[in-house]
């Protein structure tokens, strides 16, 4: 205990790195809770902490240990008490049912480009229908010519025919949210239009989110004209940040080669826009004999480079990442006009307690957690002094420098990425030496050079030039995607898990000290846990109209046709890259009978199984809805959104996604009934049933003859032809 007080006393100056973290714990510990908390109960805390924290801060002879403390714990509740007050002032409703062929008026906020058409966001929504109040509406255009809307500009107001769809839940515990990302952006629903909207009012609101968001759509227009399809599409998402046109085999390509950061405005492109403004300035003031000597040319130089760089952003859309390079550069144009030297931690430090206490909400988002992550990891590297003077050397520093940075950066970001998208990249170094200079020293300076001709109309000749650096980017993307290893799926850790091991990186990273290497000790014991965590046995979806099992060395379905988005999100986290495999039926049609060991369960999938019981297993989940003492029913299911089933030591034990959502604002109130499904007198139940917490079922003990039974009755046949074979898990088909 006192080697800690120690190095903490030794290390003040490290102590205010440590602010985003305390406060994104508290954030974190509002977005865990499975119910939402009361508006006064984190200021409350907050204020209990602040009392403490302030005789801390005005007696000296109070223990510097209490203060950190102190100091952490009231961050800690004012992260709880801003994320609590962020979602009550939103206010966001979001819708549970349907609601179809609808007469909306309202104003357009922006345009989107597709490959099959467009997509409108909408506000200020009016219906002659009674509706819920709705904030925003996100609306899919699709035509056969391929052609956006026509005659629909952002900010003016028209009248649409379309139907409007609740956004989904999530399709599997711990999956992402879509509900509660929608919520931050204040969109209550999505839908699609029936015909294309006619406008009403083509006056335009003087605001500057609308103009620049005109501005935006004027400069993609600009660019599709000018250039062929996929090529206009990727200028438009460096350029502008708008990725809708990228056709999916592009985008997978970027993913596989792990360079599709480079498609996403970051810090990488802020940096690239503000450098090239501050050279640009710098050289056209040297210019001028009379200013070239002038002591204050860096500064104007600096004042310039901010000001392309919030125009940038504001062009971009603001996304999280690029707002963290804006900060982080804003703080370094004070530094240089005010004659300081700009710390690096501390700035990215600034810049998180900045995001955090505007937008709370961004942390659970992935920009948030790999641009700081990035960030974080190579400013602590460069700052150690090995690395510093190995780097002197002149002709090591450009091709190392991209290694190490690309090694680094990858490594900081893969535990993120593996937790939100389930994959990473191993090859990702060569892609990204070649990638990062072509993009920052050809395309990007195009880029600008094409914004700044614009209102000239004279951007063509760098259009022309942008449109080969980026032929040359997806060809080294596409040719590092196709080697082997260039795409692997990876099972995701837990929240707390992933948690525990961010800690501990952070840890190593923000002190200075030898007890910085405490940290590996969480790392360990998260990858502990990481290994250690148990796959479920079987998924069920949403509106209980397909099972998938988790077999070896295959994963087995009920259904091929049925919840295909439900089987692409299952096998992603389980950590398989291949696909579900529809079995064969067997003589009696709607069963699938699954034995390990001695428990041995019976799925009942639809309502042609005529015994009034079945007696092949210790205990049945039934998805017909026609057995009323099955150990799991349909009622159970639909009501819990679907999620996983577990064979533990005997129990049976149903997680839900409703259970792992929890009751908050974003959670989706209500059952997914499958739109063919035929009525049934539970169904309206389903919507009425209240939280579904963790079951367990015992399940019976059978002797040996029925669990031989059982077994040989579980053999199957794949679609190949050839018998499964396997001593622990044999199944049987499904209908």
Known sequence: MRAVLQNLLEETNRW?????????????VYFWLPVEPSLWVGWTLSGIALAFLIPSIRQKEIHPGFYFCSAGAFCVCLGFAIATTR????????????????????DVISIETAPHGARVLLENIKAQRHLPPLQRVHLTWRSKDKTPVPALVPGVHVRAHATLLPIKPPTAPGSFDFRRHAFFQRVSSHGFLIAPPIVLDTSKKCTLSAWFSSLRFAVNRRIERKLPPQVAAIACALTTGEKSGISPAIRQHFSDSGTAHILAISGLHMTLVGGVFFLLLRFLLCCIPRLATHPRIKKWAAVASWIGTFGYLGLSGAAIPSMRAFLMHTIVTLAVLLNRVALSMFSVSLAAVVILLTTPEALISPGFQMSFAAVVALIAAYEHKGIGRFFQRRWLAYIAGLAGTSFIASMATTPFSIYTFQQCSLISIPANMLAVPLTGTWIMPCAVGALLLMPFGKEEIFLKSMEYGIQLLMKIAQTVASWHGAHLIVAPPQASVLCLGVFGALWITFWHRCWRWWGLFP??????????APFPDFMIDAAATCVGARAIPQLLATSRNRARTAQKVWSQRLGSSEPFVRLKECAQKGLWCFSTGKPSILFVTDGRYQDDKPKEANAHIDLSGRFHDASLGRLEILSGLGGYVFVRNGNLTFQSVRQAVGERPWSFKGSVIPPNASPRKNASKARHTPLLQSRQTPLDDDDNKEEKKGEDHAQFLLPSGHKHQNTNVVYALTQ
Request: aromatic content about 10%; proline content about 5%; hydrophobic content about 55%.
């Open 16 to 28: 205010r790195l440590w602010i985003p973290v305390a406060l994104g714990t508290g954030i974190a």
């Open 87 to 106: 979602t009550a002032c939103l206010h966001t409703t979001l819708l549970n049912r349907p609601f179809r062929a609808l007469e909306l008026e309202a």
């Open 523 to 532: 790392i360990g014991i998260a990858f502990l846990l990481y290994c250690s």
